[in-house]
């Protein structure tokens, strides 16, 4: 017998999403965390971090779609059209970073900006909509992990390359971990409470 949690409309499981996000941030973060600076602990091919990482936020990404479009599954109009919006703001938050950053670095004498920037701004975005959907969700949890992944994602930048991969790899796949962990726990209440 499972001892799965049921869901209410409009509830999303963020258990698989969290899991393939958290992964990207442990091989994709910690392979450019190892194999970058002056003095890199191993010796790496350029492309294998931001293949790893490419991988792990492709899964997440299909996961965290496939939840939602779940949770859609019987909402009221007013829920559906927020499930909407809020999955507009991953495209326009994203289309705002990559401008953002384009426009510095073409401005900007900084070579090594680009590389600062993209994983650095990606978690602050993805922060930021993170509590946005922990708000308009009522999701304690994905708020939290929200604040936490938009103060340590731009924490790092004052640690430069390779700190800053070190910061998202330990405290952005650690809390990805520990989201993961309890979101069935999470879930377990919300469905107890009802």
Known sequence: M???????VGEVDNRAAYLGFGLAYVFGHGAAAVSEGSD???????????TLLGIGLAAGTVCATLAAVRAQRGAAK?????GNLLGA???????ALFL????????VDAPDLPSMLWPTGSG???????????????????YALGAWLALTSTAALL?????????????????YAVATALEHRRLTTARDAR
């Open 2 to 8: 499972s001892t799965s949690p049921t869901r209410r």
């Open 159 to 175: 640690l430069g390359t390779p700190g800053l991969y070190w910061v998202l790899t330990l405290a952005g796949g650690g809390a």
């Open 78 to 82: 007013p829920d559906a059209l927020t």
């Open 124 to 142: 602050l975005i993805v922060g930021l909509l993170y509590l946005g959907e922990g708000a308009a969700r009522r999701n304690p949890l994905h």
């Open 40 to 50: 890199p602990l191993l010796d790496l091919p350029g492309w294998l971090p931001i």
């Open 89 to 95: 703001s991953w495209i326009i938050g994203f289309v």
């Open 100 to 107: 953002a950053i384009t426009g510095l670095t073409s401005t």
